[in-house]
């Protein structure tokens, strides 16, 4: 059964930190590993991933893939209170490439 | 401006009364789906369209129907609402291939009494 396994659940850190965000996949087929960030409304898109060992990067924000050991990392520098969220990691299935499979989150809290 | 569009964005009703979520997109997007998030459980799967008239099951079918006659629109339909469906619903899109995002409505909190 394909699943997204992501880590920590929750973690809180005091601004100016540094945070990196782990998911692992099991998923048959891979094609691609999507990166979202969710406040209090509809999750926004930020990274997709298809390629190991390439970082995409936008501003504070960067991501690697790798496809051997079936995880992807999401890094924020220099955290602002801004960078509260659910960040969620999302893989497309095999059996239906309409299919996504979500991880249940991690939830970061920035302390001012 | 490329959008997802669900309406109602809030919802309270009572057990057993039948109600449908409308979603819209305008990016002519092949895929669609509903999804379900409860605390603790992240992100699931109701239902999801590769196209019109083909819709297929995610992972947690249980209590909900939908449609898909036309491109740009996909109703979720709770035919009788139960207390356990009390949650925050996205409808999204994204467009046919492996390799392309999802975009999200704003979502519907849908609460059963």
């Known amino acids: 059964e394909d699943k997204v396994v992501q880590s920590p659940l929750s973690l809180v850190v005091h601004e100016g930190d540094t945070v990196t965000l782990n998911c692992s996949y099991e998923v048959t087929n891979f094609r691609s590993l999507l990166w979202y960030k969710q406040e209090k409304k509809a999750p926004t898109f930020l990274f997709m991933l298809?390629?190991?060992?390439i970082e995409k990067k936008s501003g504070r924000l960067s991501s690697i893939l790798d496809k051997k050991e079936l995880f992807s990392i999401l890094n924020i520098t220099a955290t602002q209170t801004g960078d509260s969220a659910v960040y969620l990691c999302a893989v497309p299935g095999y059996s239906s490439a309409s299919k996504i499979i979500f991880g249940s989150g991690t939830r970061l809290s920035i302390r001012p | 401006e490329a959008q997802v569009t669900q309406n109602p964005r809030y919802l309270i009703t009572v057990t057993g009364k039948k109600l449908t979520v409308t979603c819209s997109q305008n990016?002519?997007?092949?895929?669609m789906s509903w999804y379900r998030q409860d605390p603790g459980l992240g992100l699931r799967q109701i239902y999801y369209s590769m196209n019109v008239e083909v819709t297929d099951k995610g992972d947690v079918p249980e209590g909900y129907k939908v449609s898909r006659k036309e491109k740009r629109n996909f109703p979720l339909i709770l035919e009788s609402p139960s207390p356990n469906q009390t949650s925050l619903y996205f409808c999204?899109?994204?467009?046919?291939?492996?390799?392309?995002?999802?975009?999200f409505g704003q979502g519907t909190r849908l609460t059963v009494v």
């Open positions: 999204a899109s994204r467009q046919q291939g492996g390799n392309t995002e999802a975009f």
């Open positions: 990016m002519n997007h092949e895929y």
């Open positions: 298809t390629s190991s060992g």
